[in-house]
């Protein structure tokens, strides 16, 4: 005795054409991330500049906010130019 498969509807085929897109989706992202790693782990490779931490904090409204990277604001600082 042989099963009959019921036909797929318009409906449910786009359903499971959406599920699995979405499924799929992040495999490039996963694929660029572990090649950033492996990238970034060889001896040699050029790594971003550190910037440099020095926090400034203000009172907002009662709230105190420390903001590490004020000097950043000015866009003539000469340290600023490698970022």
């Not at 990238?39 to 926090?55: F, L, M, N, T």
Request: with cysteine; net charge positive.
């Amino acid at each position: 005795m042989t099963t009959r498969l019921k036909p797929i509807s318009n409906q449910r085929r786009a359903l499971l054409l959406g599920a699995t897109t979405l499924a799929l989706a992040p495999w490039p992202l996963c694929a660029t991330a572990a090649a950033a790693r492996s990238a970034a782990a060889k001896p040699g490779a050029q790594r971003p500049p550190v910037a440099r931490i020095e926090p400034v904090s203000e009172t907002f409204h009662g709230q105190t906010i420390t903001d590490p990277y004020r000097w950043m604001e000015n866009p003539k600082d000469a340290e600023w130019e490698p970022f």
